[in-house]
């Protein structure tokens, strides 16, 4: 990989946790409901360079986020990166599969749908072991997610726009406007 | 902030809303419907005049015994499903049911409420006879 990929990777991966970070000391009515803000970065390297950057970036972020947020090899770690992999590789399959089907506001929304998916059939698997909970809580999930989603899209679609148009360098150095 | 927040409503697609709003209606219906049909499914609640006495699982086989307005009443649980045994009533209809796995079975001289899932007395207005 050459040195500016690398670069790159490492830049977008730094964002991405200090959005995971900071989210993670947002107060939450329950522990299981998150804005997933990092999927914003995941998205934004999606779109502008390719999946491996960004299969690559969320990889990082879910672990060295674990690591920052003491989850690491726990269910908490797993849940995580199941639920960042399903991600990237849903919104990967749906940006290249269909291209300009949908802007990242569809995709951020494919791609809280499917985090939110694997996460409820790992902790069914690895946790909880019940069907009825995981149904009963399945609605919220997905509904939550939807709107989160949604807003996240909004946000990258937005970064995006700009680092296209040449006013913000991907290094976030502000070039004109 | 360059651009505004209307530039970026306008680049979405179509796919996207029509994406955003089928998930939300379906998960919003879910929210509703789900609790409905799962959730509350698997109680039995024993009630006299309204008033529970025993709340069992439908998955846990058991015997209990209440008393009502005439006697006393023996409601058993078995294999998911839910039957008056005996009842110190005077037309058995309660037992002649047989085994329910849902809605409920009302023993009325007795004033005895079997119901599968909850709210079962909140479906009945008024008990008359």
Known sequence: MPLRDSCRVALLAAFALVLHGLESLLPSPVPWMRLGLANIITLIALCLYGFRTALMVTLIRVVVGS?????????GFILGTGGGAASV???AAAHFAMPRLFSPVGLSIIGAFFHNLVQLLLAFLL?????????????????LGTFTGMINGLVSLHVIGRIRAGQVAPDGKQIAG | M??????????????????????????ASAVF?????????????????????????LKKDAVVTVTGALGRTV??????????????CYDRRCVRAGWVRKGSIICLPNHIFVTVGEGGSEEVDAVTG
Request: with cysteine; charged share 20%; glycine share 8%.
């Open chain 1, 67 to 75: 690591l920052f947020t003491g989850t690491f090899p726990g269910p």
């Open chain 1, 89 to 91: 590789l849903s919104m």
């Open chain 1, 127 to 143: 946790i909880i072991q019940r069907l009825e909970p995981i149904l009963l809580i399945a609605p919220t999930v997905f509904l």
């Open chain 2, 2 to 27: 360059g651009d505004s927040g209307r530039d970026i409503f306008k680049s979405t697609t179509l796919a996207d809303k029509i994406l955003f709003f089928v998930l939300v209606l379906c998960a």
């Open chain 2, 33 to 57: 419907l789900v609790p409905e049909s799962i959730g509350k499914r698997d109680t039995v609640t024993v009630s006299f005049e309204g008033r529970p006495l025993y709340v069992l699982s």
């Open chain 2, 75 to 88: 409601v058993e649980v078995k294999d998911g499903a839910v039957r008056i045994v005996e009842s110190e």
